[in-house]
């Protein structure tokens, strides 16, 4: 589920010109028998991807209006070929993205407003969860309709964990009681400063990680416009989890996600700040696991969640038939009898807040996740434009923070004055 790092920024500066008329076609997509073709990509291609299918086969056996295709490819492949494809007119008409990905696509016109579906009380969207839908909008419209949503939280080694005689009463509920914890769990046998068992993998490669670690603070990488990374809040910040995790030792540094889960279910980390597909990857190598919300900062209670939208692109702009087969296909999947199958057979928290704990009660563990998502923000969500620069800086940044020490300053002002310069490109 993780998705691929691109600079889709600069193919989308190449391709604007070729998009952008697609706006205007028009004409209508219904075929010469009535029925309207709807070409849909995802990047799902897992059991995920098994059940979005799932729930495809039965909406097109539940009308004839609207046949919907899925087309799915990994993520990388998506970002690689969907702007050529939209602008030759043969690409998605709906596509799944991730949303702070989806503001350059949204700038250059390959993707369009979904607000008419927003106003249509058919759609059901007051069941919406709010923060899901507002972390879609952009300058205040809405863009992308609720598809998949993971929250970040923090899974353990249930072997570690029993073994150290650590019960659910005593979880951690700030980050300075997870950084004691990590502290205990992690095992230096020899003394060598090379632990035979980390007590946490934060993975400092990941991008995402950093404003999360600055939203737990109460402030973010971007504030009112302008780059924030060397503000003292920041910087006091972000020298805290330094000093408490990276210096300690309890995570290693120089650490990618894919690294940090290598780590995990081997046995060589007790804990890890992921999203729920590690149950499964941990579950097949002999791993139990268990989880809690990832806990508390010093200002607020914030997890990143890994976050898809369905998009309407360009493709069906002015053409009625396919943006009524698109809104029905959304309307479709969204509906509560998909959703408890979307949440129960994919693990995915439903995108609805009138589904209920007995409505999960054959997952008991995506039941007891889905509250996690009421303090979900998107990865990069307070940045405006620039994503793939951005993040290439954050992934370089961090691990040089994890490896330091003494002040930070100067470093994080230089990275400041580069994601500033980007902000303004």
């Given at each position: 589920m993780k998705k691929s790092s691109t600079t889709r920024?600069?193919?989308?500066?190449?391709?604007?010109?070729?998009?952008?008329?697609?706006?205007?076609?028009?004409?209508?997509?219904?075929?010469?028998?009535?029925?309207?073709?709807?070409?849909?990509?995802?990047?799902?291609?897992?059991?995920?991807?098994?059940?979005?299918?799932k729930i495809a086969d039965e909406f097109n056996k539940s009308q004839k209006k609207v046949k919907v295709t899925i087309e799915q490819n990994p993520w990388n492949v998506i970002n690689d070929k969907m702007l050529s494809a939209i602008s030759a007119g043969n690409g998605p008409d709906v596509v799944t993205y991730q949303p702070d990905g989806?503001?350059?696509?949204?700038?250059?016109?390959?993707?369009?407003?979904?607000?008419?579906?927003?106003?249509?009380?058919?759609?059901?969207?007051?069941?919406y969860r709010d923060n899901v839908v507002k972390d879609a909008e952009v300058d205040g419209k809405h863009y992308g309709v609720p598809m998949g949503h993971a929250p970040y939280s923090i899974y353990f080694n249930k072997a570690i964990f029993d073994k150290a005689g650590i019960t659910e009463d005593s979880y951690p509920k700030t980050w300075d009681e997870l950084a004691e914890l990590a502290q205990k769990l992690t095992v230096d046998e020899n003394g060598d400063g090379n632990?035979?068992?980390?007590?946490?993998?934060?993975?400092?490669?990941?991008?995402?990680?950093?404003?999360?670690?600055?939203?737990?603070?109460?402030?973010?990488?971007?504030?009112?416009?302008?780059?924030?990374?060397?503000?003292?809040?920041?910087?006091?910040?972000?020298?805290?989890?330094?000093d408490n995790f990276y210096t300690k030792k309890s995570s290693p540094t120089n650490l990618s996600l894919v690294d940090g889960q290598s780590l995990f279910v081997s046995g060589k980390a007790a804990m890890f700040w992921i999203g729920p597909w590690i149950v499964n990857t941990a579950k097949s190598k002999g791993i139990e696991t268990g989880t809690?919300?990832?806990?508390?900062?010093?200002?607020?209670?914030?997890?990143?969640?890994?976050?898809?939208?369905?998009?309407?692109t360009s493709q069906i702009d002015g053409d009625k038939a396919k943006t009524d087969a698109a809104y029905a296909w959304m309307r479709y999947f969204n509906s509560k009898k998909n959703q408890i199958m979307w949440a129960v057979d994919a693990n995915y928290p439903p995108n609805r807040t009138d589904i209920t704990e007995n409505d999960l009660s054959d997952n008991t563990f995506v039941a007891q996740i889905s509250p996690y998502m009421d303090n979900t923000q998107?990865?990069?969500?307070?940045?405006?434009?620039?994503?793939?620069?951005?993040?290439?800086?954050?992934?370089?940044?961090?691990?040089?923070?994890?490896?330091?020490?003494?002040?930070?300053?100067?470093?994080?002002?230089?990275?400041?004055?580069?994601?500033?310069?980007?902000?303004?490109?």
């Open positions: 920024y600069a193919i989308a500066a190449v391709a604007a010109a070729m998009i952008l008329p697609l706006a205007a076609c028009g004409g209508s997509g219904a075929s010469a028998d009535g029925v309207t073709e709807l070409s849909v990509w995802s990047g799902f291609t897992e059991n995920d991807g098994k059940v979005v299918q989806a503001k350059g696509y949204i700038q250059q016109g390959a993707f369009v407003s979904t607000d008419d579906f927003y106003s249509d009380s058919k759609n059901e969207t007051d069941t632990p035979e068992q980390y007590g946490i993998a934060l993975a400092d490669k990941d991008a995402g990680y950093l404003p999360t670690f600055l939203q737990l603070a109460g402030t973010d990488l971007v504030v009112d416009g302008k780059a924030n990374l060397a503000s003292k809040d920041s910087t006091e910040a972000l020298t805290w989890i330094r809690f919300e990832a806990p508390k900062g010093s200002k607020e209670q914030v997890t990143q969640a890994a976050s898809n939208y369905w998009y309407a998107v990865m990069l969500g307070s940045v405006p434009t620039g994503f793939s620069d951005i993040q290439s800086e954050l992934n370089t940044l961090d691990p040089k923070i994890s490896a330091s020490s003494g002040d930070i300053s100067e470093m994080l002002k230089a990275s400041n004055d580069k994601i500033q310069g980007y902000l303004e490109q």
